[in-house]
């Protein structure tokens, strides 16, 4: 069983930067895509950014494009999310989860096609 644990988040003020982890167990990470989602209070959850497990194509919720970026280093089992010009909208529980087929050379933005997620952490921005 794959568990994937995100770190990094945490209260920074709108305009400023963070960088989220997301570490995985297992051999086989390399060979999946994975999500960032994201849910807000009271909100449904919501996709961020995706990447392919080969490391590209790239997908972004159009809310983040431009200032957010998902990138991979397969050697750590390490997904990233670079977020960037932060803003009191982009306060929720960020989750990573992995793809439920291997080889997944797209970057779905619906939560159905990921299994395996993390326990979220938790970014707030301030104004």
């Known amino acids: 069983q794959v568990q994937l644990v995100e770190s990094g988040g945490g209260l920074v003020q709108a305009g400023d930067s963070l960088i989220l982890s997301c570490t995985a167990s297992?051999?086989?990470?390399?060979?999946?895509?994975v999500g960032w989602f994201r849910q807000a209070p009271g909100k449904e959850r919501e996709f961020v950014a995706g990447?392919?497990?080969?490391?590209?194509?790239?997908n972004y919720a159009e809310s983040v494009k431009g200032r957010f970026i998902i990138s991979r280093d397969n050697a750590k089992n390490t997904v990233y999310l670079q977020m960037n010009s932060l803003k009191p909208e982009d306060t929720a529980l960020y989750y990573c989860?992995?793809?439920?087929?291997?080889?997944?050379?797209?970057?779905?933005?619906?939560?159905?096609?990921?299994?395996?997620w993390g326990q979220g952490t938790q970014v707030t921005v301030s104004s």
């Open positions: 989860a992995r793809t439920r087929d291997s080889y997944s050379g797209g970057t779905s933005d619906t939560s159905n096609d990921y299994d395996n």
């Open positions: 297992g051999r086989t990470f390399y060979t999946y895509g």
């Open positions: 990447i392919a497990w080969i490391g590209t194509p790239a």
